[in-house]
């Protein structure tokens, strides 16, 4: 089974407004909403996909009833961890000439919760599979990723980590198996420029020197790249499409890696996968279907 840990979920409450005036009484043109989150991302994409999975994470109040109960709704199998005060957040994505989101911060996770937390994922075996993505709330440990990641190492799990800065730096020692920052956060981590296919390459090669088993590189409008734990290095070109939403679609692009890994065992087919995933997102309002997945995949 596939396990997703998001620490902080939310509820996007996302408004689309012709002209937003501050200090004025602004009316929507359009809303929506939808159960947010790296890892539930991560789970949705992977459901719509046919793979099943658990996500996992900190729920509290009648905003975390409603996300539960939504997720189910929809088809998701749910393990959280329901906490006794506070709520989880509402996001607000502002949808106008400029986009502007304005993130909740959500209820206290305390030492007994991330213990809770542990107790969950000491159940898995090697015959399973971690995907950890997101940041750390400010009420939990700094370390938690290592914490995890150690945890983990020594049941052979195969972890997945979806972070940047030194959440990821810290935990290639334990060697997970796919790790996915975008160019940007990847010239950040190494400290020098990411202006090149062949700058990326290497900086995908030295974080695999660094311990990660496979590393792929998002890269917006530029494709992607994949430096593979055989030392196999591939890239492939951004799918072409009309941008409506990138929210997710990094998300999107982990789910669909992992799917095409699961179902083919080939790195090749994954990367393709992957790509068409988070092509397929940033082309839509919301996190895509399997058929949008699959008419991106067949460009």
């Known amino acids: 089974m596939i396990y997703t840990v998001t620490f902080n979920p939310a509820i996007d409450y996302v408004i689309a407004l012709d002209d937003f005036r501050l200090g004025s009484i602004n009316r929507t043109t359009k809303e929506d909403y939808n159960f947010g989150g790296k890892g539930i991302n991560v789970s949705i994409i992977l459901k719509n996909l046919g793979i099943d999975s658990v996500a996992l994470g900190f729920i509290s109040g009648f905003t975390g009833t409603a996300l539960r109960h939504g997720l189910e709704a929809e088809g998701l199998k749910t393990d959280f961890i329901e906490l006794a005060n506070g709520f989880t957040r509402i996001n607000v994505k502002i949808r106008g000439e400029n986009e502007t989101e304005i993130n909740g911060q959500g209820p206290n996770i305390d030492a007994e919760a991330v213990e809770r937390l542990f107790e969950k994922l000491d159940g898995l075996t090697g015959d399973d599979m971690l995907i950890v993505s997101g940041s750390v709330p400010a009420t939990m440990p700094e370390d938690i990723y290592e914490r995890i990641l150690a945890r983990m190492a020594e049941k052979d799990i195969t972890v997945t980590v979806d972070a940047t800065g030194k959440l990821l730096m810290n935990v290639l020692q334990y060697h997970p198996f796919l790790i996915k920052p975008n160019d940007k956060e990847l010239a950040e981590m190494l400290g ?107 460009q």
């Open 192 to 298: 020098r420029p990411m202006e090149t296919t062949e700058d990326i390459i290497q900086g995908a090669k030295d974080l695999r020197e660094l311990g990660a088993r496979n590393v792929l590189i998002s890269r917006g409008a530029k494709g992607a790249c994949l430096v593979t734990e055989d030392d196999e290095t591939m890239t492939i070109d951004a799918i072409k499409g009309d941008v409506v939403n990138t929210v997710g679609a990094g998300d999107s692009m982990v789910a669909g890696f992992i799917a095409g890994y699961i179902k083919t065992g080939d790195y090749k087919y994954a990367l393709r996968l992957g790509n068409a995933a988070g092509a397929a997102t940033a082309c839509s309002t919301g996190l895509a279907t399997r058929e949008d997945i699959e008419g991106k995949l067949n």
